[in-house]
C-alpha cells in the first residue's frame, strides 16, 4: 500500500547535487509502497500539459525524472534504504470536469509490468542526468543557443519569460 511521505529537496543543512551544481526546490507528494520498496512522484498542475513521452527521452522535460532522482537519493538519506522508481503522474488541478484528476505519465506505449516500468524510470533518470550535466556545462561556457526545435515556440518559448521582447521569430 502507497504511504504520502513528504520530501523537501533541500533539508536543513542537506543539499540535492548534479555534480556541483545545487538544487533546491519541493517535490509535491512522494507516494512510498514500503512493502514493495517503490516510489511514485506526483506533481500538481494548475495549467499546463504532462509532457510527451519523446520530451523525456529527448531530454527536453526534466521535472519529473528529476524529481524521481530527487526522492530516491532522499528516500536513501532519511529511511537508510533503496527503493525503486515506480512512476511519476500530473494531477491537474484545472477547473474542467474533462481535464482535472490524475494523468499517469506513461514510458512505452506497450503495457508494461512493474518491473519493466521501474527499469525505464531508471533510463529517463539518467537520460535527465546527462541532459542536466549538458545544459550546465552549456551555460557555464557561456553558451545560450537558440532552440533548433522544429515546434520550439510550443515547447519552450511558451514558458518563457522573455516571450514578449525575444526576437526569436527574426531568426528563424
Do not use: W
Request: with cysteine; net charge positive.
Amino acid at each position: 500500500m502507497m504511504k504520502v511521505m513528504s520530501l523537501k529537496i533541500s533539508q536543513s543543512g542537506e543539499e540535492f547535487k548534479i555534480g556541483e551544481t545545487k538544487f533546491r526546490g519541493k517535490i509535491d507528494r512522494v507516494d512510498v509502497d514500503h512493502s514493495e520498496k517503490r516510489f511514485r512522484v506526483v506533481d500538481y498542475k494548475l495549467g499546463g500539459k504532462k509532457p510527451s513521452t519523446e520530451d523525456l527521452y529527448k531530454g527536453l522535460s526534466l521535472q519529473l525524472p528529476l524529481y524521481m532522482y530527487a526522492a530516491k537519493k532522499l528516500i536513501q538519506a532519511q529511511l537508510k534504504k533503496d527503493y525503486e522508481p515506480a512512476g511519476s503522474e500530473i494531477y491537474s488541478l484545472k477547473y474542467q470536469e474533462e481535464k482535472f484528476g490524475r494523468q499517469s505519465i506513461k514510458l512505452s506505449r506497450k503495457k508494461t509490468t512493474p518491473e519493466e516500468d521501474i527499469e525505464l524510470n531508471e533510463q529517463l533518470i539518467k537520460i535527465c542526468l546527462k541532459a542536466v550535466e549538458k545544459y550546465i556545462a552549456a551555460i557555464q561556457e557561456g553558451k545560450f543557443h537558440l532552440s533548433m526545435l522544429e515546434d520550439r515556440e510550443t515547447k519552450v518559448c511558451q514558458y518563457c519569460n522573455f516571450r514578449a521582447i525575444c526576437r526569436i521569430q527574426e531568426a528563424s
